[in-house]
């Protein structure tokens, strides 16, 4: 998710994770309003409705695939304890939307093209992901990358959409930046929050400055339009003239990690619906 213009590469020494410093958060999942708009065209004419049966608590299986250049912590080869924390991390930012998510299987690979050449929409992505996805539409695959290639310098993370599953199953998934795991080297963004935000995509939300004030939107009734994303923790920013202010404090604006704690009712009613539409899980 996230790019900055200005990006040092960090060096590691006595083990700490190499990590680009990053000034402003920027995603690289990215959807038109027009591609928006049939993509909410074909939820509605295709939306699964609740019923009783549905459980309180769902779990979605992750299959996390690490990947790096070499052996080391400043190559990309973090520990499972980061895993771990992360796992609780993503856990606890989505345990009011009934979402419970378990870790099924790690795998490690040594592959310098994937590491650092791996962004959107590249043919080495495309490779990465057909090589090691694992499981089905209601599996949640995270890759761990550097992005290091100069058109990524700088990115946090990207992440596919339910409604992209059919069309492309492999590509189906989360690839984000290993450093910005907690305990990551990548300052302000190193909470653990990169992977609650691609999670946001993968069931189905969008960023809150969707269409700024007067697009599409996020078609969540209960975020506040917003003109443009936010950096850095800017309380009382009110970009909009509609009414409500910017929500800096929601996992899907470009806040720091530290200023990210909430999704809105109306945000864990929309995943809920995508997970049912497009992922057959119920909650």
Known sequence: M???????????????????????????????????????????????????????????NVFWHVISQDTTLAGGNIPDSMIT??????????????????????????????????????????????????????DFNVYTVGFTAPADVGLLGYSTFPADYAGSPTDDGSVILFSSLPGGSTERFNEGKTLTHEAGHWV???????????????????????????????????TCTSAGLDPINNYMDYSDDSCMTQFTPGQGTRMADQLRTYRGISI
């Open 85 to 138: 924390d992360q796992m609780t991390v993503l856990n606890e930012d989505y345990a009011p939307s009934g979402l419970q998510f378990v870790l099924k299987n790690t795998t490690r690979t040594i592959n310098w093209n994937y590491f650092n050449q791996a962004g959107p929409e590249t043919s080495v992505q495309t490779q990465m992901k057909q090589e090691l996805r694992q499981g089905g539409v209601a």
């Open 204 to 238: 189905g939300l969008y960023h809150t400055f969707q269409g700024g004030c007067s697009g599409t939107g996020d078609m969540v009734d209960d975020t506040p339009p917003e003109a443009s994303p936010a950096s850095g923790c800017p309380t009382g920013r009110d």
């Open 2 to 60: 996230f790019k900055s213009t200005v990006v040092i590469l960090l060096l590691a020494a006595s083990g700490v994770l190499a990590g680009p410093a990053i000034t402003t958060r920027t995603c690289g999942t990215t959807i038109s309003d027009e591609k928006l708009l049939a993509h909410e065209a074909h939820f509605q004419a295709n939306k699964v409705a609740k019923t009783g049966a549905a459980a309180a608590t769902a779990t979605v």
